[in-house]
């Protein structure tokens, strides 16, 4: 697409068969649960070094592997699930990225213990700068850097600007209410 959109996601996704349908009707609206968010936060990581449309093609496999991405289910898994994972073609077979999905279960339990749940967290927190988000995921999280923190709080509504102004969509996810809105 080209025009008002060239360069932004709005002007990849928007008619495409593999990005528009997340584009349209999640990119940049706010997230309700849990295991929502945990999945958004472990495509994110599984995404860095690779295209958006390799986490999008495997993401069905994503949530097989991670068991519809339960935080305590995932919390559990040892050495087995481990080794089972690393060999799953359907998702992204990288030791340390399947280690900070584990981990950050683990770590997404003790919030829950602390504020209520990963959503209850995020919302503690806001608003802050992109630079203060990603300084505290790097203190709460494994394998979040930059860009994907910017990329999870763009994709979940937490910080402005995951839809060009003049895009459709904007204008539906502004009506959910955003927190960044807020």
């Known amino acids: 697409m080209t025009g008002t959109f060239q360069g932004t996601y709005c002007g990849v996704a928007i008619g495409d068969p ?13 997230v309700e649960s849990d295991s929502a968010l945990f999945e958004r936060l472990v495509l994110e990581i599984n995404q860095a070094g690779l295209s958006w449309a390799t986490i999008l093609k495997k ?3 994503f949530s097989q592997a991670y068991r ?6 995932v919390a559990a898994f040892g050495d087995a699930e481990v080794a089972r994972l ?3 073609a359907g998702i992204i077979r990288n030791r340390l990225k399947v280690a900070a999905a584990i981990e950050n ?4 339990q003790a919030i829950r213990a602390t504020h209520g749940g990963f959503r209850a967290w995020l919302d503690s927190h806001h608003p802050r700068t992109k630079p203060d988000w990603v300084r505290l995921f790097k203190q709460t999280f494994r394998f979040t850097g930059g860009e994907i923190v910017g990329e999870f709080l763009l994709s979940t509504g937490y910080i402005p600007g995951a839809h060009h102004s ?3 969509v904007a204008k539906a996810v502004l009506a959910k209410n955003p927190p960044w809105a807020r």
Do not use: Q, S, V
Request: hydrophobic share 30%.
């Open 18 to 30: 593999l990005h528009g349908p997340y584009h349209d009707t999640e990119y940049g609206f706010p």
């Open 59 to 61: 993401r069905a496999g």
């Open 68 to 73: 519809g991405f339960d935080i305590d289910t």
């Open 86 to 88: 690393l060999a799953d």
């Open 105 to 108: 279960a683990r770590r997404l």
């Open 166 to 168: 003049e895009c459709p």
